[in-house]
């Protein structure tokens, strides 16, 4: 049963930091590796998707990264911004179509 | 496409009462998915129809929530009788083909469902 793990559950930084958000997944066996975005109030935005084939993928300031073999993927947001403040989201999508959500990081940027 | 369309937006209903959910996914999305979220357990996969066709509701908590998708641009989340621990954000989400290449998942805004 997959199982994913995002540490740490509450983040705060100032304004202008790099910083790394971690999430590990116990089964490697994964179609694709998702980072969704979601504000206070709101739905689920999906920032990034790596497919398993993939080492990482940019988005502007974002760059996630993943290791299958290790069963981890990095979330790199560079230069925060206080509009970056809100909770970060990663999933696994498994064979048989369930994509499995971590708890989240909850993320504060400060001006 | 205006996005994935959930209603209500807030649901308040008194233990017992039947809740009815709805979701209209983006056209064209042949999966889709229902969520809970809560502050203790996070977001969970409730059930997700592939073609209008339930394909995996392990995650349905009871017998008491039940899912329709009688068409491609529609479907129901059902809790009958409500209970207050019923209460949650509950989100439906479509996708093209979630495991595909750069097929990413498309979220609702969610209604805030209130048990009380």
């Known amino acids: 049963k997959q199982e994913v793990t995002q540490i740490p559950a509450a983040l705060s930084v100032p304004e202008g930091e790099n910083l790394v958000l971690n999430c590990s997944f116990t089964?490697?066996?994964?179609?694709?590796l998702q980072w969704f975005r979601q504000d206070p109030g709101k739905g689920l935005t999906s920032l990034l998707l790596?497919?398993?084939?993939?080492r990482e993928q940019t988005s502007g300031r974002l760059n996630a990264s993943l290791d299958k073999s290790s069963g981890r993927s990095t979330l790199y947001i560079a230069a925060s911004q206080p509009g970056d403040s809100a909770t970060y989201l990663c999933?696994?999508?498994?064979?048989?179509?369930?994509?499995?959500f971590g708890q989240g990081t909850e993320l504060s940027v400060k001006p | 496409d205006a996005g994935v369309i959930q209603s209500p937006r807030h649901e308040v209903t008194e233990m017992g009462q039947e809740v009815t959910l709805r979701c209209k996914p983006i056209?064209?999305?042949?999966?889709l998915f229902w969520y809970r979220q809560t502050m203790m357990r996070g977001l969970e996969l409730l059930i997700y129809?592939?073609?209008?066709?339930?394909?995996?509701d392990s995650g349905m908590p009871e017998d008491r929530f039940s899912a329709k998708m009688p068409n491609a641009s529609f479907s129901t989340l059902k809790i009958q009788p409500s209970e207050p621990r019923d209460s949650a954000v509950y989100f439906c989400?479509?996708?093209?083909?979630?495991?595909?290449?750069?097929?990413?998942?498309?979220f609702g805004s969610g209604t805030q469902l209130s048990v009380l």
């Open positions: 989400a479509s996708s093209p083909y979630p495991g595909q290449t750069n097929e990413k998942l498309f």
């Open positions: 089964d490697s066996a994964i179609y694709n």
């Open positions: 790596i497919q398993s084939s993939q």
């Open positions: 999933a696994a999508y498994n064979q048989g179509g369930k994509l499995i």
């Open positions: 056209s064209g999305h042949d999966y």
């Open positions: 129809f592939n073609n209008n066709v339930p394909i995996d």
